[in-house]
Each structure stands twice: as C-alpha cells, then as structure tokens.
C-alpha cells in the first residue's frame, strides 16, 4: 500500500497541495508567455531571453509532475524542491523585465500568500527569506557588473534602485508576516477542531465497548478532562429522578469516597429547565448544599444537561480555569459528547433493567431459580479452590396450600412477598436468597460449616414466621454443606432438599440438618464433576447426569 505523504499537522495529503501548486504554475506560465505575446511593452520589448527562461521553468514543471507520479514518496521533496525553483524561475524573470521596476516582481507576493495559505506559515516565513536573498544576490550581481542593469534608463521620483529594492523587501515581509499570521491562526483552529472531533469520536467508540452506567459516565468525564483540561468534575445521574454521583475527577478523597445522599440541586435544575447548557460563576451554598459540598470553592462551572428522549437523566458538571469566559467550541464539544453519553446511559440502564429481571422472581424480588443455580455452582467451585463451606439452606412455608384455599391466591402472595422481605434482611450482604419455587426458598451460605449453618438456618426459619401474614404461619428448614454432605451443587441441592422433607414428616415447625447423600451418590458427583472439568463445561451440564430434587408433589404441604 502506497504511503501518502502529509506535511506537519496537515489534514490535505502533500499529494493534493503538490497538484494545486503545478496548476498554479502553469497559470502563471501561460499569463507571462501570453503577455509577452499580447502586450509587449509591459514586458520590455527589447529583452527575448523571458520567453527560452519561461520555457526551461515550465520543463522542470514537467519533470516534477513526472517525478511526483513515479516516486510518490518522495512527493514532500518534489513540493519544497519546486518552492525554490519558483523563487530562481521569479527572481531571473523579474530582472529580465525591469529588475526593480519589473510588473512581475508583484508575482513574488502572491507566490508567497499562496505558500503560506496552501502549505504553511513556517514554509511561508522560509520561502521569504529564500526571496529576499535572490533579490539581494541579483542586486549584487548588478552592482558587481556579473548582470547587466535592466531597469529602465529614465526613472523620475522612484529613488535609486537600492531604495526601490528596500521598499519592495519590506512590502515582501509585511505580506509574510500577515499571511503567515493568518495562516497559523487557521492552521491552530484547524488543528484544534480536528482534535475535539477525533475525541469525539474516540469518546464514541469507548461508549459502545461499554455495558453499564458507570462505565458511561467515567469514560464521559474522563473524556472531557483529557481533552479540556478540566481541573474538576463530576456526572451526577440517575434512571430513577435523584442525581447520585456516578463518575468524578478532583474531588477530595473523603468526598468523592462519601459523596453523602443524593440532594436536588438549582444549577442542575435550571439546566434541564432549559435544555441547554449552564455557565455558573459560583455556588450558592444555601440554595445549593449538595453540589457545593461536592465541589467546594467551586467557580466558573459548566453545567451540561444530560437528556436522551426528551428524558432529563442527570448533569455534566465541570469546573474550568480560563477565567469568566469559555469557548464556544468548548461548550459545543461538551454538549455532544453529553448527548453521546446520555444515549448510552440510558441504553445501560435499559439493560441493567432487563438483566436485573432476569434474574430475579417476578413476584418477591429476590434471585430466581436460574440465578440460584448459577450461583451455587459458582460458589460450590469457589469453595473446591479455596478449600472452603458452601451450606444451604432449603426453606418451606407449611400448610401454604391450605392458606391459598382459604384467603385467595392474593393473601398467598402477600405472604411469599413478605417472607422474601424477611429472608433479605435477615442474610449477609453475601449470602444469596432465591425463591426456589412455589413456597419453597433458597439460601445460599457461602464460607459457613455445619454448625454454624445450622445456627443460620434456625434464624431464618423464625424470621419466616415473624414475616406478616394474615394468619400465624410456620416454616420447616432443611440444611446441608459442601463437602460435608455433599459432592458438588447438584447433590448438595438433593441433600438439603432431603433434610426439609425429613423435618416436613417429623411435624413442621423445624430445621433438619442432612445426613449426607448416599456414598454412590458422592462418588457419581465427583466424576461427573472431574469429567466436566476436564471436557470444561459446568458439572451437571450433562441431562444424563443431573440428580433431581425430591419432588414436592409426594409429600404434604
């Protein structure tokens, strides 16, 4: 693949600056030959080398355009190559006609703004060197009697030609310096524009390799500070209406680790009011508590509403130091990568939603029987690497049924609600409660042995009967542990299932530990989960090899 060459900071290939320049000679060719042709005597008629000088220039225009095409790497060469030779090519055709007083010496000037807009203000500043030094060598070369002086004999008020040459160099650097001024204004807000749409686009990428909220609003902040220089800033959104903090950048640690409750905010407020961006010069602490607690000393903010579908999502809020005014080009960068970022937010939270839903009971809240079983088989790994407990803990409501006949499928929902409200509660913060299904839960114990999980048990099994009920209601528990009594998830689940149906037939009301599976049982799942791990797939992932749970419709409810 041919490599195209660019020149620094340029977004036009050289290729494509190379070609305008080529144009541009041949249009200046054809002016001079034409005028020589047409008019003469703007040209001085008694000089005929102009024309055999024109024509080598337009030659070596050839050679270039053959070389360009044949060698396009060496095209950067070529473009600087060609300057100089059109700096020789103007200087010698300016002394052909006149010298100081040649009409074509003006053509010094437009070949310079050319240069200096097409390519750039530091090749402008060169090339203007490069022709102020062939004037003074052709001027020398004059004076020294090596060329012969062709400026006219009878020349009234336009000084010596030292004096005219001066006044023409000085009219060449005011025409570089402008141009070059000019030119690397452009060239930096160029430069500028084209780095906020390359972040912009960066910032675009990162979002999509993103799938939750926070990962959006840290790759959001992180964004604008690099690209901006922000000293601080936080994004403060939420699906459900109050504005936590979910990303933030220079705040002190204790704030930024403890950031307190979420509270309204006015700033963020008159943001969404208005749909549009909010500059704030300081925060009212009163009017503005949380914020300002957030950002302390703040000044010079830029408050970004962050909105998809007409839907107010939360703030973008960043503190710059450029003094009381920020660029246009800043605010309007800021706003789209907020308008990126809240699209994807709320495509998280859409998500986040969906998974959540899965993975919870419809009806009580808590983990459903697909997350029960993946847990358990995570957890029963984790404890065969660390050589740990992993106990559970099978609960059932008694004599459910009969309260379902009794007082409706409703008061019988209430009741599941408000026995998983209990379970919840009464776990650690990593323990997993699950409806296992019907009136049946699940717990899962990470870390616990048998006694201790029996301890457990028996505070879950009360916490159910405390649950409100429109009836008093008990509960029966069954406990097992791995590897106490059992070989892996499935058999720990038949083990604990097999304990509550003891507890079921010795009257209710209790909490049985297991007795273990049989020994075949044990063996069967310590096969079945060396050939798992060695096919790599799940134990029990095979239907031949799941051990089913004790059916419930066998026994009384």
Known sequence: MTRVATLPGDAVPVTERFRITQ????????????CKLLAPDTLLPDRHDLVPWTLGFLCLTGIAEVLARTLPRRTLLL????????????????????????????????????????????????????????????????????????????????????????IFIVVLWLVA?????????????????????????????????????????????????????????????????????????????????????????????????????????????????????????????????????????????????????IQRRVVTGLERSASYAALALRNAWLLEQVQRLAATDGLTKI???????????????RATRSAEHVSLVMVDIDHFKGLNDTHGHQAGDEVLRNVAASLSCECRDFDTPARYGGEEFAVILPGCGPDEALDIAERLRRAVGAAPSIVPITASAGVATYPSHAGDADTLVRAADEALYRSKHAGRDRTSVSEGVPPEAQVDALLRRAVSQRLGRPAGSDDADVVTPTPRGSEPS
């Open 23 to 34: 144009w541009l000679r041949l249009g200046a060719v054809g002016l001079v030959l034409l």
């Open 79 to 166: 473009f600087s190559g060609m300057l100089m030779v059109d700096g020789v090519w103007l200087a010698g055709a300016s002394w052909l006609t006149g010298s100081t007083t040649s009409p074509l010496r003006y053509a010094m000037l437009l070949h310079l703004g050319a240069v200096c807009l097409l390519a750039s203000y530091r090749t402008g500043i060169k090339l203007a060197v490069w022709h102020s030094l062939l004037l003074f060598t052709i001027r020398n070369m004059v004076a020294g009697h090596v060329l012969s002086d062709t400026s006219p004999a009878n020349l009234t008020g336009y000084g010596s030609a030292d004096h005219r040459l001066a």
């Open 177 to 325: 310096f402008s141009t070059s001024t000019l030119s690397a204004i452009n060239e930096r807000e160029l430069r500028r524009r084209r780095g906020d749409l390359e972040a912009l686009t960066s910032l675009a990428e990162q979002i999509e390799r993103t799938d939750d909220s926070s990962s959006v609003a840290r790759t959001l902040l992180d964004a604008a500070v690099t690209t901006y220089g922000f000293p601080r800033g936080v994004v403060l959104a939420s699906s459900e209406g109050h504005l936590p903090v979910l990303a933030s950048y220079g705040l002190d640690e204790d704030v930024a680790r403890r950031p307190g409750r979420p509270g309204p905010s006015l700033v963020v407020g008159q943001a969404h009011e208005s749909k549009a961006t909010v500059l704030v010069r300081g925060l009212d602490t009163e009017a503005d508590p949380w914020l300002a607690r957030l950002l302390p000393g703040a000044a010079n903010l830029v408050v970004v509403p962050l909105s998809a579908e007409g839907r107010s999502l939360g703030a973008l809020v960043v503190e710059h130091t450029g003094g009381h005014r």
């Open 367 to 381: 983990a459903n029987r697909r997350t029960f079983e993946a847990t358990l088989e995570r957890e029963v790994a």
